[in-house]
């Protein structure tokens, strides 16, 4: 029996992708799961925030969870020696991206997340979006498109507390296809412990919206 190498997959990954519009054609309304079942951990990376040197972690499919959440990614953070954040990355499939959506498990406390979303020039959006602080199961919806068709008005969302941005057109704008989706903790998170771990499960990408 053959097993397909890392790099098989991620290219057998890459061809399911693009295969959801072929050049030239326009979006279509449909969703995109971006975890997958059989292997969650699967096209997701790990990173400790390394430009702020101290924090350790993990990410890892966590299979004890309740078993209505499953498949379920837990990004643990350790910020006991310093650093400043830790992070949990997946690429976004090439299409136009309407919305981004998951159920998040939090620590009790914790109001709001970060989300890094990179755009097609490369441009790196970072958001601070609103959660709850019940510290159980919630499910978070940030509809991208009407977020910058609406950014700078009166209509923005009050979902997102902040949005920064930088490099590439570094014009504050989304130009789509997107290239990768990031969830990140920092060493506030986790209060004066500053350590643990924050529960992702059901991803998806919303397109054409």
Partial sequence: M?????????????LVLAGLLLPGQPAIAGTTSLIDPANPAFNWRF?????????????????????????????????TGGGNYVQAGSDLPPVALGALSFAVKAPRGMEQITLRLIDG??????????????????????PV??????????????LVKRHEGWG??????????????????????FGDALKGS????????DVGE
């Fill in 168 to 189: 590439g057109a570094k014009d504050g704008k989304w130009h789509d296809p997107g290239k990768a989706l990031y969830i990140l903790v920092g060493r506030q998170s």
């Fill in 47 to 79: 990173d400790n925030g390394r430009e702020f040197p101290g924090a350790k972690g993990s990410l890892a499919a966590d299979a004890s969870v309740e078993a209505q959440y499953r498949p379920v990614l837990r990004l643990d953070g350790d910020f």
């Fill in 2 to 14: 053959h097993h397909a190498t890392p790099r098989r997959r991620r290219a057998a990954f890459a």
């Fill in 121 to 142: 020039t490369g441009q790196c959006h970072q958001f601070n979006l609103r959660i709850e602080g019940h510290g159980e199961w919630q499910r978070v919806r940030f």
């Fill in 145 to 158: 498109a009407r977020y910058f068709e609406r950014a700078g008005t009166s209509a923005a969302l009050e």
């Fill in 198 to 205: 924050l529960w992702i499960s059901d991803i998806r990408a």
